[in-house]
């Protein structure tokens, strides 16, 4: 029986999955945007506090400038001149000291007249027209800063590049109340700071967050696939059981249906045909003296038979009775069943291999209804297997169910027709009127038990039937047992 829910039951659920994972999704891009967004906002922080330490330093560096080089100087000279040894060695030896220790990758002084006076650089001491629009903001008593990024496209996209640098233009001023006798602004000076350290720590903090995202959002993912893993089998469980409460409302209309046409015919047909099978045995007689040869009586008999049974067929699969409950034991029945089919058996050559488990436990059930069933199953594979074979019958236990197994040696049913097996009336033999597997089933599930029927791995069919062990009732001055409702 194919127990594969139909596709449309499981969709609702498929809805649910698209907006998990999708959510997933979502939750995974926005946290790399946030990433990157707060890594932006880190390197303005960092640029901000850059700028500050370069305007911190340079007003330092202001300060000293007029109190220890330029108000001695010229005060000594009369001028500043930084192309006379001795008053640049001052100048060099005020600067590095009140810049020593700190941050400074270049350091330029530029004069009113945007001439490089003074530079770490050497090779810078002199040039003119430097400083562009930094110097000339700076003159304007405006303090700017610029950052300068080198490398390739990648590395500034992504935020690792080679270099960094920020450049910060500030004016050289008197110290006030000195300003208010001269001009405010003597010059400009120039700092540069190598922040490639400082970014390439940045760009590490936001490689470790998005691996560290992504860790997490793997985990939340595998935690959702493991949800949604045991959501669908629910769903599949809950839809497999409504599609078993469907196929059983179905059989139950069938039945009932069954039921009705039963009670109206069954007494229709059985009595003309008590009548016709009675008249041709009157029939046979008479005719044996006229014509000893003449096989038409015992076609009419044989033919009436068949019609009876099948009749009784459909009476039993139609009103099926209670079982009468009483101990059984399993490995009797089945004996009874080998015993009755023995002459059948060995005119055709079959070979039954029985295992019984030992012991076997007794359970409440209707011997006569389980041989009838066993009976069917037998006659069955037997009919699977026309130039005889090999049936093995298992029967062991556990502690809630005593488990038959029948297997057969037969061509197997092919899958096209394994769903129908249970519908009335279906049969592919030529004789036969497709209601035994039905009373079968109908019998096993009024003991409160069940039956598959599949294929083997080689070849033949496996019947497996479930019977449940029935225990006592608690304090009962006798063992009483009730079946569930099939």
């Known amino acids: ?194 922040l490639s350290r400082a970014y390439k720590n940045i760009f590490k903090t936001q ?10 959002m793997g985990a939340l993912l595998v935690v959702l696939i493991y949800v949604v893993k045991r959501g669908e089998g629910i769903i599949q469980k809950r839809a497999m059981e409504r599609l078993r409460l469907k196929e059983r409302l179905g059989r139950a209309e069938k039945l009932s249906a069954i039921g009705e046409m039963a009670a109206g015919i069954s007494h229709e047909i059985r009595n003309p045909l008590g009548i016709i099978q009675s008249s041709a045995e009157l029939l046979k007689k008479k005719v044996i003296k006229f014509d000893p040869a003449s096989t038409i009586p015992d076609i009419i008999i044989e033919e009436s038979g068949r019609l009876n049974q099948i009749i009784t067929d459909f009476i039993n699969f139609a009103r099926p009775r209670s079982p009468k409950l009483a101990p059984c034991r399993i490995d009797e029945v089945v004996e009874k069943n080998l015993t009755y089919l023995a002459p059948q058996i060995k005119e055709q050559g079959y070979i039954i291999k029985n295992n019984y488990q030992n012991p076997l436990p007794e ?39 005593v488990v038959i197994h029948f297997d057969d040696e037969g061509r197997g049913i092919s899958e096209d027709i ?37 294929n083997r791995p080689v070849r033949g069919v496996r019947v497996t039937i479930e019977l449940p062990v029935m225990k006592p009732e608690p304090n009962s001055g006798e063992a009483h047992n009730t079946v569930p409702n099939a």
Request: glycine fraction near 8%; hydrophobic fraction near 40%; aromatic fraction near 10%.
């Open 363 to 401: 359970i409440m059930a209707d011997a006569s209804m389980l041989y009838q069933s066993f009976l069917n199953i037998l006659i069955n594979s037997m009919q699977a297997m026309p130039d005889g074979g090999r049936i093995q019958i298992d029967v062991g236990s556990n502690e809630n169910f």
């Open 1 to 194: 029986m194919n127990t594969k829910p139909p596709e449309e039951r499981i969709k609702p659920f498929r809805l649910v999955k698209y907006f998990t994972f999708t959510g997933i999704i979502v939750i995974f891009l926005v946290i790399i945007v946030l990433s990157m967004l707060n890594t932006h906002w880190v390197r303005s922080m960092q640029r901000k506090n850059s700028e500050d330490y370069a305007h911190v330093l340079i007003e330092n560096l202001n300060h000293q400038v007029v109190l220890q080089f330029i108000i001695p100087v010229g005060l000594r000279y009369g001028k500043i001149q930084l192309s006379n040894k001795e008053q640049f060695e001052r100048m060099d030896n005020v600067v590095r000291s009140t810049l020593h220790s700190f941050k400074v990758k270049a350091l330029n002084i530029y004069s009113m007249d945007n001439i490089i006076s003074y530079s770490f650089d050497a090779d810078m001491i002199g040039r003119k027209k430097y400083g562009g629009t930094g110097y000339q903001r700076a003159v304007a008593g405006k303090s700017t800063s610029k950052l300068i990024q080198r490398g390739n496209f990648l590395q500034i996209l992504f935020g690792f590049p080679k270099e960094v640098r920020l450049i910060t233009f500030a004016p050289l001023r008197w110290e006030k109340p000195l300003g208010s006798f001269t001009r405010d602004v003597l010059g400009v000076v120039e700092i540069e700071q190598d």
């Open 418 to 454: 394994m769903e129908k097996i249970w519908d009335p009336f279906f049969t592919n033999k030529e004789k036969g009127s497709g209601l035994g597997l039905g009373i079968v089933k109908n019998i096993i599930e009024a003991h409160g038990g069940s039956i598959q029927i599949s």
């Open 207 to 216: 490689v470790l967050a998005v691996i560290t995202s992504t860790a997490l």
